[in-house]
């Protein structure tokens, strides 16, 4: 990734690279689950004060992984926008089962 990429069809292409090991896949969709929780907690409840948790599990999930286990830097710093669409693009594809959670990655 060092020319800048100018689509985001372009940034998905690259995106999974950069979140291969299984481990990786699994934080990013717990980290994304759970804001979907924190959502409809707000909704249902009204308490409008917990929607500060979403940012803290959106990217601490996300940026643990990549710091932990993919040992990279997150797109985030360099995509903000590409990178949020891409997580929840990759959640509802590992949902639906287009993506895999096993990338078949043995050096986890």
Same mark, same amino acid.
């Given at each position: 990734?060092?020319? %800048? ?20 896949? !699994?934080?990013?969709f717990i ?5 979907? +929780?924190? !959502? ?8 409008? %004060?917990?929607?500060?948790? !979403? ?13 932990? !286990? ?6 985030? +710093?360099?995509?903000? +926008?590409?990178?949020? $669409? ?9 949902? $639906?089962?287009?993506?895999? +959670?096993n990338t ?5």
């Open positions: 990734m060092s020319e %800048r990429i100018k689509t985001f069809k372009e940034f998905y292409q690259f995106y999974p690279t950069e979140h291969s090991k299984t481990g990786t896949r !699994i934080l990013h980290g994304t689950l759970l804001i979907f +929780f924190v !959502i409809g907690y707000v909704i249902y409840s009204g308490k409008e %004060r917990f929607l500060w948790y !979403i940012p803290i599990f959106g990217y601490g999930f996300a940026w643990i992984s990549h710091a932990l !286990i993919e040992r990279n830097k997150p797109a985030t +710093f360099k995509y903000p +926008f590409w990178s949020l $669409i891409s997580d929840f693009k990759l959640f509802f594809e590992l949902l $639906i089962g287009k993506q895999k +959670f078949l990655d043995k050096s986890q």
